[in-house]
């Protein structure tokens, strides 16, 4: 069994009884204990959970389904998000009208874009746009409403409208958690709709989702398996979420 997949057994396992075992999840996947020890301190330097004495329980702000603090997650899978970024900047083509989204991932896709590239990036937040300042051949559209905090996120009915009437060639979606049942999700409902809008103009769409997201749930539902075209992420994600992706004609690009 991958990684991957371990750990999103972890995490469903925790979801499921909030304490789970060492030894219970060691006999349950076929591996030492040790294996789980070793899965434990990774997934507890994720802020996935919190190591007992025999086993772990899961972390808090995933009991409550909030997002983990941007500073945190600023430098959390640091090489993943820019492997990441350089593998969904290898997808655009000069000249494209490009959507990047929200988040420390997505920040990585705008600081991946070749020096070069001249086209156009629309935007709902507001690291993004600074960071595409300068480049002389990008035109950057950016969208109004309410700002969050942190992320310098945009949304609300401002940035859905501002969303509705554009039509990007490919689109680069932040995510809270992937799952091969709940498909994509992720916490704040007013980005939510923003990114349904997104979903729905885009000619291509793109979910960004390092491996820790593999598993996770987020409060809110984005949308299903079938209604992007692929996952962008630096490690292979367990066959549940492969086979959910990939049974809707959708593809997985890694690095």
Partial sequence: MLPAERHSRIGEALRASRVVSTDDLARELAVSAETIRRDFVL????????????????ALGQAA???????????TAAEAKKRIGRAAAALIHPGQTIVIDVGTTAVDVARALPLD???????????VAAELSE??????LVCGGRLRGGDLALSNSVAQSFFTDLNPDIAFLGSGGVDAVAGL???????IAVRRTILRNAARSYVLADSSKFGRVARHRVAGMDEFDGLITEAEPPPSIRDAITGEGGVIVLP
């Fill in 135 to 140: 480049r002389a051949g990008v035109e950057i």
């Fill in 65 to 75: 389904g909030e997002e983990t603090p941007f500073v945190e997650r600023t430098g």
């Fill in 185 to 191: 999700t992720d916490y704040y409902l007013d980005e």
């Fill in 43 to 58: 997934l507890e330097r994720r802020g996935k959970l919190v190591r007992v004495h025999g086993g772990a329980t899961i």
């Fill in 117 to 127: 590239f001249s086209g156009t990036v629309a935007t709902c937040s507001l690291l």
